[in-house]
């Protein structure tokens, strides 16, 4: 029975007692294997929680034969002999009974009599006693063998959604009513959500779901006005009872290199703006290195693709390039994640170990708990990994990434001040591409012959504007995902406005009447001329008359709109 015992359903057990007591106007009690008392009624309710010290013996008896036992007169019978109370027993009566399971004898359960009008209770209708007593001892048995197969089943969900959440892949259960039963936090993370599928992402992938093959296929999630792209898989239980497999192409393309050991053609780092530059230079740079890198950016800038340029420009680039991301794991997991344990005797190798003579990127850093950080650290500085009790060297060139400014985290007490001057003596900055909105077109030029490079394809004027226009909160990535579905969508050879996302022109046509709003136009002509008064050394009067209003009036405008300069 391992660990359940009767005390884990004393609650029911006591219920059912309280119930007989009441009825059958005699005491009862029931007592585990180990003859510790889990219920009981009248005289015996003060001694539940408590073993029967010295007062067992015929319970005892009841468990080892596993029969049940009558006892018409206690304190005088055979069996009583070795009682602390023979010859002076307290009771007028009992019938014991073994409550088995699995063939054992798991428990005992007593009718008791304290006096003379009980005694005449139980004992006139015996056989109808003992045939109902045996009858209360199965039900607690099988109300036992439910919390047994109950905490069995949640043990093996537990085990099951533990294995679920180590995996990069996005895990979603769907049940027979359509709704999520489990979604492991792979998914979570992936759908940008917290700690439950919103419904409306749930219902497009069920929408999605009905004609995807058994190999799969790219489908695209419209996650609060932002086009996600994943690689699904959809598996049909029974009914409606349903899992769902999201991937991240990217990570299956790069751990499909990985494996083959082939270098990915033609990446560059695409864009004109100065920062870009900048980041070009560093990557020079590092690449030929060992020092750790901390790339530094929102989600969606491109900083696991800077990390891959980096190793496919470093001596290292015919190894693998590997990727783990933090925030999928607790403390207890990141630790055996990273750096490794023993299960039985069998030891299994961390990330850390398996990226030996290579390169790992380690994502999404900032949650990476104090314990974890301090053990990193470590790592860093000697290169060790503790393995059957001896320290093992490994070589691996480290990359990190996060979208916090960990400085901030730093003084806070949440990221270690030695963790974070290690890696921030090679630190890269990835702009948004709403600050490097030069870049926007070069980028969706680059994704449109991606996805149809067989075909010669462009983008309107109209869809050039849309897209420029746009601000991008979801980064490359988005503008990867949008060009993506684009492609999907259609085969015409110019894209034009009715090809887009519905998100993207509804934005632009809520721009255009913004142009027409009378307040906006004011506001944006007095900011234009207070900044060009400003830059040739002008005076807010000079501005007024170009504006042909008074002084007292622009200063009202610039109050009640708010104007900063």
């Known amino acids: 029975m391992n660990n359940f015992d009767l005390k884990t359903i004393q609650l029911p057990i006591q219920q059912i007692v309280n119930a007989i007591a009441s009825v059958l106007k005699i005491e009862i009690e029931v007592a585990d294997k180990h003859l510790f008392r889990v219920a009981g009624t009248g005289q015996i309710k003060s001694q539940i929680w408590k073993e029967m010290n010295g007062e067992d013996l015929i319970y005892k008896r009841c468990i080892q034969t596993k029969q049940t036992i009558v006892i018409e007169n206690p304190g005088f019978n055979s069996f009583c002999s070795g009682c602390l109370h023979f010859g002076h027993c307290k009771e007028h ?10 063939g054992e004898a798991i428990g005992v359960i007593g009718l008791i009599a304290f006096d003379k009008i009980q005694q005449q209770r139980l004992f006139t209708h015996k056989v109808e006693n003992i045939a109902f007593l045996e009858q209360i001892a199965q039900i607690i048995a099988t109300k036992m063998q439910e919390t047994k197969f109950y905490k069995n089943y949640i043990v093996s969900q537990k085990k099951i959604s533990t294995i679920f959440d180590y995996v990069d892949t996005g895990i979603i259960s769907i049940n027979q009513d359509g709704a999520c039963e489990y979604v492991s936090k792979g998914a979570l993370h992936m759908l940008h959500m917290d700690e439950a599928i919103e419904s409306f992402v749930l219902q ?33 239980i029974e009914g409606n009872q349903a899992v769902i497999m999201l991937d991240n192409p990217k990570n299956i393309e790069s751990i499909s290199h990985s494996l083959l050991n082939v270098p990915l053609q033609n990446q560059r780092l695409i864009g004109n703006h100065p920062s870009i530059q ?10 030929n290195n060992s020092m750790p890198i901390l790339i530094i950016g929102e989600q969606g800038t491109g900083r696991s693709y800077i990390a891959e340029l980096i190793h496919q420009q470093s001596p290292l680039k015919d190894k693998p390039f590997h990727r783990f991301n933090c925030s999928y794991y607790s403390e207890e997991q990141l630790l055996k994640q990273l750096f490794g344990y023993h299960m039985n005797t069998e030891y299994l190798k961390g990330k850390l170990e398996l990226a030996h003579q290579s390169t790992i990127l380690i994502e999404e850093i900032e949650t990476m708990p104090i314990n974890v ?24 060139r480290i990359i990190v990434s996060s979208n916090h400014y960990l400085i901030k985290q730093m003084k806070e007490g949440l990221f270690r001040k030695d963790l974070y001057y290690k890696l921030n003596i090679t630190p890269i900055h990835v702009p948004t591409l709403h600050e490097r909105s030069e870049d926007i077109l070069p980028l969706a030029e680059n ?12 983008f309107s004027r109209e869809a050039k504007i849309i897209l420029e226009n746009y601000t991008w909160p979801g980064n490359i990535k988005e503008l990867e995902n949008v060009i993506a579905y684009i492609c999907d969508m259609t085969e015409d050879p110019i894209i ?16 255009n009447i913004e142009k027409f709003n009378l307040q906006t136009i004011e506001i944006k002509t007095i900011t234009e ?10 005076s807010k009067d000079q501005a007024a008359q170009l504006l042909g209003i008074s002084r007292a009036t622009l200063f009202r405008k610039i109050k009640d709109y708010q104007i900063g300069l």
């Open 93 to 102: 009566g009992e019938i014991c009974c073994p409550i088995i399971l699995d």
């Open 447 to 458: 994704f449109l012959k991606q996805n149809s490079p067989t075909k010669s394809r462009q």
């Open 373 to 396: 950080q301090a053990r990193f650290m470590k790592f860093l500085e000697d290169g060790l990994i503790f393995r059957k009790g001896k320290l093992y060297p490994i070589n691996t």
């Open 278 to 287: 900048n980041i070009r230079n560093k990557m020079s740079k590092f690449s």
């Open 496 to 511: 034009c406005p009715q090809h887009l996302p519905e998100f993207l022109t509804r934005l632009e046509q809520q721009n």
């Open 529 to 538: 001329v207070l900044e060009t008064i400003k830059r040739v050394g002008g």
């Open 204 to 236: 497009q992938l069920l929408e999605q779901a009905e004609n995807i093959p058994n190999s799969g296929r790219t489908v695209f999630i419209d996650i609060h006005d932002t086009i996600h792209k994943f690689h699904m898989k959809y598996q049909k």
